[in-house]
C-alpha cells in the first residue's frame, strides 16, 4: 500500500471559513514533507514543505503541521478562497534527495459560496 | 524566469508503438523528475536525473526510460506501449540540493489505444 495517504478524498468548505486538509504517513524515516495544489489541467504547485525537525511553519495562507508521533501532517488554508478550488496533495521524502517524492491520494477542496 | 515547459501537451499513440516526451526545466535546474499521474494510482516517480545522469528511480518497468542533456533539459521514453501506459507525465526540476522544492511542468496526456 501507499506509505502517504490522505483521510478525505473531498472536503467542502464555506467560503471565508478555514479549511483543514490532513494526511498519514507511515515511513518514520521521512525527512521532508510537501504540500501540492493541483487545479484542473495544470500541473502539481508547490505550496509549502516542512522538514522533520519542524513541526510547524508558516507561509501565507497556510500553515503545515508536523506530528510525528502519530505520522500525520496538514495543511491549514486560512479564510478560503474560490481560487483555492484544487486537488491537494501532500508528498514525503527520505531526504538527501533520494527515491524521489511518495504521494498521496489527494484530497478535492471544494469552496461553497 | 520561465516555468517548466514539456511537450507535446497531448499525444495519442497505438498500443506497442514508442513515445518520447521532452521536459525542458526552469533555467538553473539541474534536476528533474518524472512522475506518472493516473486517476487510479495517483502520482507516481519514475526516476529523477541530475547532471545527465540518473539519480533515482521508482518502481516501473524498464519499458519507461529517460535520460538527461548537458543543458538540463530532459526526455523520457516508453517502448511497447500497454493501454495501461496512459496517464498524464509530469516532468519536475528544481535546483538540486537537499531541498526537495520542486516544480512541475503542465504535463503531456499520453492516451494509448
Known amino acids: 500500500g501507499e506509505s502517504v495517504g490522505l483521510h478525505l478524498p473531498t472536503l467542502s468548505v464555506q467560503e471565508g471559513d478555514n479549511s483543514i486538509i490532513n494526511c498519514a504517513y507511515s515511513?518514520?524515516?521521512?525527512?521532508?514533507f510537501i504540500w501540492y495544489k493541483q487545479e484542473s489541467g495544470k500541473g502539481p504547485q508547490f505550496i509549502i514543505d516542512?522538514?522533520?525537525?519542524?513541526d510547524k511553519r508558516q507561509g501565507q495562507r497556510v500553515t503545515v503541521l508536523l506530528n510525528k508521533t502519530v505520522k500525520h501532517l496538514s495543511l491549514q488554508i486560512a479564510a478560503t478562497q474560490p481560487g483555492d478550488s484544487a486537488v491537494y496533495f501532500c508528498?514525503?521524502?527520505?531526504?538527501?534527495?533520494?527515491?524521489?517524492?511518495?504521494f498521496g491520494k489527494g484530497t478535492h477542496l471544494i469552496i461553497q459560496p | 524566469k520561465a516555468g517548466v515547459t514539456q511537450t507535446p501537451r497531448y499525444l495519442i499513440k497505438t498500443r506497442g508503438q514508442q513515445v518520447t516526451l521532452s521536459c525542458s526545466p526552469i533555467?538553473?535546474?539541474?534536476?528533474v523528475s518524472w512522475y506518472q499521474q493516473t486517476p487510479g494510482q495517483g502520482l507516481q516517480f519514475l526516476f529523477e536525473?541530475?547532471?545527465?545522469?540518473?539519480?533515482n528511480k521508482g518502481n516501473f518497468p524498464g519499458r519507461f526510460s529517460g535520460r538527461q542533456f548537458s543543458n538540463s533539459r530532459s526526455e523520457m521514453n516508453v517502448s511497447t506501449l500497454e493501454l495501461g501506459d496512459s496517464a498524464l507525465y509530469l516532468c519536475?526540476?528544481?535546483?538540486?540540493?537537499?531541498?526537495?522544492?520542486?516544480?512541475f511542468g503542465p504535463g503531456t496526456r499520453l492516451t494509448v489505444t
Open positions: 519536475a526540476s528544481r535546483v538540486g540540493g537537499p531541498s526537495y522544492e520542486q516544480y
Open positions: 515511513n518514520s524515516a521521512s525527512d521532508y
Open positions: 516542512i522538514r522533520s525537525n519542524m
Open positions: 508528498a514525503e521524502n527520505l531526504g538527501g534527495g533520494a527515491d524521489g517524492l511518495t
Open positions: 533555467s538553473g535546474h539541474r534536476s
Open positions: 536525473y541530475f547532471s545527465e545522469t540518473q539519480r
